[in-house]
């Protein structure tokens, strides 16, 4: 009830409509990236390599404060959301099974990934102005939810869709659905002329702020900072070990793949309605630090899991705790004033994806010697370190953060 009543509002409707249709081709543009060099090459370390390349902007574009300050308005983020489609739509026009295809990939995916970490941190940085600061974590979980139908829908059908379709036909699928949302920011963005619902690109300042002295006065956010990037970390081991692990172990293909992934979409969307119904009263770093140490068990029982019914039952469980964790920090993070919760979301964004492509490129040659053994200990690295960061915040005090105004 609390997402129809958000959804009344035309502007947050447009936009959580164009959103979930541009994940959605997303999820899929992911899925045939990675199933089309495994296929190809049968090489986990292959798939970590193109995650990497996609990742690596997040990293280098992190320390721009400058630039990623310029994107902060919805007419920017819809040129942005023009160059992805374009760059989408331009992979199957050059990829082939070759070395020359192959390269040609990789650059495209390099650039998508630069438009994307300039227009993730600046989108959620924006859309708490579309509501009032009371409905801030209602609007959270309602496009966290865009995951989450993304992943059950693309996720479910990847694999009835890779019966009929090649992999890089999702790729135009993909530069589809940008070019949607790209035509939904540019209405937003002449609705909101003026920067009614959103902060003049000025209030952010020339130079953003440095997320250094925000974390050094609000610890707690560190610590979350901190335990988000371990859990990149261990994720990358289901990035490059499920599909492995699926095929060596119980003789799955695409289908297999798609019916994991889809567990892991259908917990998600479960577990996003419940989010909103957690009590207020509970600490957020201690939800956020308890749903990532019951997501490490999960990782680890995939290590053991003896049947497809099993490892179908540990992806509900994980999909169940995803939006717990990303609902939680997302919202304390919208409390912040505008500069600082760009920057904070940039830093997030930065320390995570730093921590994923370390782990996507060193974890598929553990997953290669021991896929199972990975699956455990990646899981049992997490539990214990968001376990000791819940200890570490509950050591450190600092104030609240302070909250925005009304837009």
Do not use: K
């Not at 009835?160 to 920011?185: C, K, N, P, R, W």
Request: hydrophobic fraction near 55%; aromatic fraction near 8%; glycine fraction near 12%.
């Amino acid at each position: 009830m609390r997402h129809i009543r958000l959804l009344r509002c035309r502007p947050v409707r447009v936009l959580w409509l164009s959103m979930t249709l541009s994940v959605l081709g997303d999820r899929l543009y992911g899925l045939a990236a990675m199933w089309v060099v495994y296929a190809a090459t049968g090489s986990s370390a292959l798939m970590g390599l193109v995650a990497a390349v996609e990742a690596l902007p997040y990293i280098v574009l992190g320390g721009a404060r400058s630039l990623m300050a310029r994107f902060a308005c919805w007419s920017s983020l819809a040129w942005i959301d023009a160059g992805r489609a374009a760059v989408a739509v331009g992979v199957p026009l050059l990829w082939s099974p070759d070395l020359t295809g192959f390269a040609a990939m990789l650059a495209l995916v390099l650039l998508l990934g630069a438009l994307t970490a300039l227009f993730e941190p600046n989108l959620a940085a924006l859309i708490p102005q579309l509501v009032e600061p009371e409905e801030v974590a209602q609007v959270s979980c309602l496009f966290d939810l865009t995951a989450r139908v993304a992943a059950v829908v693309g996720q479910g059908c990847v694999g009835v869709l890779l019966q009929y379709m090649s992999e890089i036909q999702l790729f135009a699928i993909d530069g589809f659905t940008f070019a949607v949302s790209a035509f939904a920011l540019g209405w937003l963005g002449r609705r909101t002329a003026a920067g009614r619902t959103a902060p003049p690109r000025a209030a952010m300042g020339p130079e953003g702020v440095r997320g250094r002295s925000v974390l050094r006065a609000h610890r707690r956010v560190g610590v979350a900072i901190a335990v988000h990037g371990v859990a990149l970390f261990a994720a990358a081991v289901s990035t490059v070990g499920l599909p492995p692990l699926l095929v060596s172990r119980f003789g799955q293909g695409a289908v297999g793949y798609g019916l994991a992934l889809a567990a892991t979409g259908a917990g998600g969307l479960a577990g996003n309605l419940l989010t909103g119904h957690l009590p207020r009263t509970w600490p957020w770093l201690a939800t956020y630090c308890l749903a990532w140490t019951a997501s490490g068990l999960a990782l680890a029982g995939l290590g053991v899991a003896d049947s497809m019914t099993a490892v179908v039952a540990l992806c509900v469980a994980s999909g169940l705790l995803f939006p717990v964790c990303a609902v939680t920090l997302r919202t304390h993070l919208s409390r912040f004033r505008p500069a600082e919760r760009l920057r904070l979301l940039t830093v997030d964004q930065t320390a995570s994806r730093t921590a994923g492509t370390a782990g996507l490129l060193l974890l598929p040659y553990v997953v290669d010697a021991a896929p199972a053994g990975s699956f455990v200990g990646a899981g049992v690295l997490l539990s214990a370190l968001s376990l000791t960061g819940w200890w570490a915040g509950g050591r450190s005090g600092e104030g609240p953060p302070a909250v925005v105004e009304a837009a």
